[in-house]
């Protein structure tokens, strides 16, 4: 049997964030199962988090290839600069939507309608061109390409047609012509129906259909018209060895991860000044922390706000691996759905972090969705309605008189060991 596979990645350490884990730990345990992964990814790659503690993760049997990219964006701050226009040091504020400098409106009109799919787009030639002959040199049979960035299964479309005994598999860890980014972008009707145009070539040629959540499937068979395998996200249970529960001194409430535009935890937060503003006990116990790269205008919204501001505290993005004893400082994790295009079909990797800690999780979102049957069904927490204040302050409360009466976090006893990474890795080998 040929056990060797390839893995066409954006994303990958030292980059950091949610579009690392899902594949950098199957490559992890790959091995295990007596499959050899090579791992194909831009050397000069354009991105805002970097997490040097997940290159641990990449076992010794991976064959990392690093393969010069050009994007487009160090090109547009030079222009920007040339015409002095005010810019943004970060690549990920050119589709900001809010306030935005006519470089960002530029460059974003520009990233919607030129870009199609994205700006990664020139990096699809030079890979095809390399990868024959690498794919031929080293045996290998199976290619798997993950989106987004959604150019990237360009790559696997293209080198099928020139392969046709290659078995390809594509992952879809979000939409594609449906994805709520597009929205935001604001890109034009002749735009959209490209990407379309990509993407049912990309959903007609590929031997098998991956994506991350029950919601996406439906919504890709819908377009593929054939089978869409589920693979959800899940938590590495060599992370979580070293977890300890601790009790903190403040009833901790803790959001992990981005809180971008589309991200809309207001309707939490707004209960949370209502119950400091009515309840001096509760006042002086909650401490709500946000982990992650936090929207401005949220942040604003909270500062200006005394009594918010008194109990909330932002923490920068941290390493991976010091997230595990922040998640045991916590005692209650919340879950922000609200905001987000199809909610209900949203299921992130944190989420299944979060299952992992024993810790109760207050969702804050579309209770007939995805993330609310997982939380039903694993007992681990509830998710309500964004507008249903009454139910979010009522189950707030509960969590927090449970904390007053035992004086520590309340962790619960939960089976959730199919969502282990390495489990989740058996199941991607059956489909090889």
Not at 74 to 101: C, H, P, Y
Not at 216 to 231: D, G, M, N
Not at 316 to 322: K, T
Not at 398 to 420: H, I, P, T
Request: glycine share 6%; charged share 20%.
């Amino acid at each position: 049997m040929n056990n060797r596979v390839l893995i066409i990645a954006y994303y990958w350490p030292p980059s950091g964030g949610s579009g690392v884990q899902r594949w950098l730990k199957f490559v992890k345990y790959l091995p295990q199962w007596g499959w050899v992964p090579y791992v194909f990814t831009p050397e000069n790659p354009s991105f805002a988090i970097q997490d040097e503690s997940l290159l641990k993760d990449v076992p010794m049997e991976a064959e990392v290839i690093r393969f010069p990219i050009w994007e487009p964006y160090e090109s547009f701050f030079k222009i920007s600069g040339m015409l002095g226009w005010k810019n943004s040091s970060k690549a990920t504020d050119m589709v900001s939507t809010q306030n935005r400098s006519l470089f960002q409106k530029v460059s974003t009109f520009v990233r919607a309608n030129f870009l199609i799919p994205d700006p990664r787009i020139f990096w699809v030639r030079p890979s095809v061109k390399f990868l024959q002959d690498f794919l031929i040199e080293n045996q290998i049979r199976t290619v798997i390409t993950t989106g987004p960035p959604h150019s990237i299964h360009l790559i696997g479309y293209k080198l099928k047609r020139k392969n046709p005994s290659l078995r390809w598999l594509a992952d879809f860890r979000d939409p594609w012509s449906e994805w709520g980014l597009l929205d935001s972008l604001n890109v034009s009707p002749l735009a959209r129906t490209l990407h379309r145009r990509l993407e049912s070539k990309v959903l007609r040629t590929a031997d098998k259909i991956i994506t991350i959540t029950p919601f996406y499937v439906r919504k890709f068979e819908a377009l593929a018209q054939r089978k869409v395998t589920l693979l959800t996200n899940g938590y590495d249970e060599e992370d979580f060895r070293t977890l300890v529960v601790q009790s903190p001194d403040k009833f901790t409430i803790r959001h992990v991860g981005i809180v971008n535009e589309r991200c809309d935890p207001r309707p939490f937060i707004t209960v949370i000044e209502k119950l400091i503003s009515s309840n001096p006990d509760f006042k002086s116990k909650v401490h709500v922390d946000f982990v992650g790269e936090v929207h401005s205008q949220f942040k604003n919204f909270v500062l200006a706000s005394t009594d918010l501001s008194y109990v909330t505290t932002f923490t920068p993005s941290v390493p991976h691996e010091q997230l595990i004893p922040i998640y045991g400082k916590s005692s209650l994790l919340v879950l922000i759905l609200t905001g987000y295009k199809d909610p209900e079909g949203y299921m992130p990797g944190k989420l299944f972090e979060y299952l992992a800690t024993g810790l109760p999780i207050l969702g804050i979102g579309p209770t007939g969705g995805d993330a609310g049957a997982l939380l039903r069904s694993t007992g681990a927490g509830e998710m309500v309605e964004g507008s249903d204040h009454v139910r979010i302050e009522m189950k707030i409360m509960e969590y927090f008189s449970a904390w007053s009466q035992q004086g520590m976090s309340l962790v619960g006893k939960r089976d959730v060991s199919k969502y282990s990474r390495k489990n989740i890795t058996k199941e991607l080998i059956d489909l090889f």
